[in-house]
Nanobody, 122 residues
Framework: VQLQAFGGGLVQAGGSLRLSCAAS??????????MGWFRQAPGKGREFVSS????????YYTDSVKGRFTISRDNYKNTVFLQMNSLKPEDTAVYYC??????????????WGQGTLVTVSS
């Protein structure tokens, strides 16, 4: 299983970026997985940003991004998106996508992408 995140870059404060994460794998059924975005800022631990359940019916956000970020998914394209608006310097981090099976209970994510760097200048 491979999760490839892209769309990061350098943006000024107040700007927008759209991250994408494409999932692939011979035995991987994207619609069986809840998807999440996490981030890790320089010198800090990894933190949860947002998640979306397998059918897109429910979404979750950490408080600091509510109202600014929107997560969505396209199960036909095996892709999850994170639209980030009104970006702030404190959003600067490496952003990772991750997949968690919707067919079992548990909080652990099964697969992780390689990360894409988002840098927000003030």
């Amino acid at each position: 299983v491979q999760l490839q995140a892209f769309g990061g870059g350098l943006v000024q404060a107040g700007g927008s970026l759209r991250l994408s994460c494409a999932a692939s794998g011979r035995t991987f059924t994207f619609s069986n997985y809840n998807m999440g975005w996490f981030r890790q800022a320089p010198g800090k631990g990894r933190e949860f940003v947002s998640s979306i359940i397998w059918n897109g019916g429910s979404t979750y956000y950490t408080d600091s991004v509510k109202g600014r970020f929107t997560i969505s998914r396209d199960n036909y394209k095996n892709t999850v998106f994170l639209q980030m608006n009104s970006l702030k310097p404190e959003d600067t981090a490496v952003y990772y996508c991750a997949a968690k099976s919707a067919l079992r209970y548990g909080d652990d994510y099964d697969y992780w992408g390689q990360g894409t760097l988002v840098t927000v200048s003030s």
